[in-house]
């Protein structure tokens, strides 16, 4: 039987088998050590351990007292203030007979400090090395060759070459894309064909393959102009609906509607006025050549300004200036293509109402052999019309008025005269 008492005051009476395990008081709720029958005679009456008597350890030597506190004394300093150094010091060595050790031993004095290898211990012995036989040779002496790519700046920039442009588009992945879009020209025919027998409900797809091609053309300027690319982009490009499709069909399609509908509607309204149906005719042709000047402006403001605040007429006006010669030879060439673009567009389409309804029209507005090269010249000078206005943008857009391009901090330093502020085409981003 195993009797001790908690330290609470009560009194536990176990069995011999249940030494060396727990339980609990049921008067403190306290658990406590059940002890071992070689333990009993430590305990005492309340239940705690006797340590080493009950006057506690004893030292051999009274004078251990005032070392031990001096060692585990808290803090820099001992009882009456001084520094504590526990340091061995030459009488300590002498006490217990060590050997002096000399401050400066008498060894050659090594040019490196020794290695060991961390994991083994070793010492890492130096290698010795085959000497080179090469003769050394002064890199000064060594011929160098010139930089060969110069990037160049707006300042320094050749100006586009429209007879380059012309040939560029034969290489072969420019010409895959204009076959590309010849291909969705082909696919409009039996829609078409259908559409003139009078199933007027495939009528649907006919505009919207006409928007994917507008699309395209916007691409081209973008992609050429913006981007700085020599390649045409592929139609629809990344198939990004508001990028790639909505957008440059927007821009495109609202430079047509801003330069020719005026010479529609406005002459149609001044011909209800009496004595000025006369007038109307010229009133149109005027219009529309006005129109076709400022075609490439606008619709170059469109596609790479950004913003519609850039269709100022002055800033129109402005980028005219800006492109100078090049930019009659963009009014030329539209001519040429929109012209050509027409016949073919429309031969084509009549060539296929022929098949249905025989008429007597002009052979060559309604024949296949005549309206399908004008429609393959029109799909050629058109991609050569908008690969030119992209390389006038590339050439001049740091001449052009427009607002919202780029962010000039005020606190830049003013610059030498002559010295350019605009960022490169490729770097610069619309805002």
């Not at 380059?164 to 204009?178: H, S």
């Not at 006919?206 to 913006?226: K, Q, S, T």
């Amino acid at each position: 039987m195993i009797e001790f008492s908690c330290s609470c005051g009560h009194r536990f009476r176990l069995e011999d088998d249940e030494a060396g395990g727990l339980t609990q008081c049921p008067q403190c709720g306290l658990l406590r050590d059940v002890p071992r029958p070689d333990e009993m005679a430590r305990l005492a009456e309340d239940g705690t351990y006797k340590v080493h008597g009950s006057s506690g350890p004893e030292l051999e030597d009274p004078k251990d007292v005032a070392e031990l506190s001096y060692i585990y004394q808290r803090g820099p300093r001992d009882a009456y203030g001084n520094e504590i150094d526990l340091r061995t010091t030459q009488a300590d060595i002498d006490a217990v007979g060590g050997m002096p050790i000399p401050i400066a031993p008498d060894l050659p004095p090594r040019e490196q400090a020794p290695k060991y290898d961390p994991e083994s211990g070793e010492l890492i012995e130096p290698l010795d090395l085959k000497p080179d036989g090469r003769e050394y040779v002064n890199p000064a002496v060594i011929p160098m060759a010139r930089a060969t790519i110069n990037y160049a700046s707006s300042a320094t920039s050749t100006r586009p070459s429209f007879v380059g442009a012309l040939f560029g588009l034969l290489a072969p992945i420019n010409l895959a894309v204009m076959f590309a879009v010849f291909c969705m020209h082909a696919v409009l025919w039996p829609l078409i064909f259908v559409s003139f027998a009078g199933i007027f409900i495939i009528i649907v797809a006919i505009p919207v393959i006409g928007a994917l091609i507008l699309a395209h053309y916007g691409n081209v300027i973008e992609d050429v102009g913006v981007f700085e690319k020599d390649e045409l982009p592929r139609p629809m490009r990344d198939l990004g609906f508001y990028e790639d499709l909505w957008l440059p069909f927007c821009n495109v399609f609202g430079s047509i509607l801003l330069c020719y509908v005026p010479c529609l509607f406005l002459p149609a309204a001044i011909v209800r006025v009496p004595g000025l149906q006369t007038a109307s005719v010229g009133l149109m042709a005027l219009l529309a050549g006005l129109g076709t000047f400022f075609l490439p402006a606008v619709l170059l403001t469109l596609i790479c300004g950004g913003t519609i605040l850039n269709l100022r007429p002055d800033r129109v006006l402005g980028v005219i200036n800006a492109c100078g010669a090049g930019y009659f030879l963009a009014v030329v060439l539209w001519v040429v293509a929109a012209a050509s673009y027409l016949w073919g567009w429309a031969g084509t389409s009549l060539a296929l109402d022929m098949i249905l309804h025989p008429s007597n029209q002009p052979v060559w507005l309604t024949s296949w052999a005549f309206a399908l090269p004008a429609l393959i010249a029109g799909i050629y000078l058109m991609h050569a019309f908008c690969q030119w206005l992209g390389l006038l943008y590339r050439a001049h857009f740091d001449r052009f008025p427009w607002v919202l391009q780029r962010h000039v901090s005020s606190k830049r330093t003013a610059q030498a005269p002559g010295q350019l502020t605009a960022p490169s085409a490729r770097s610069r981003r619309q805002l």
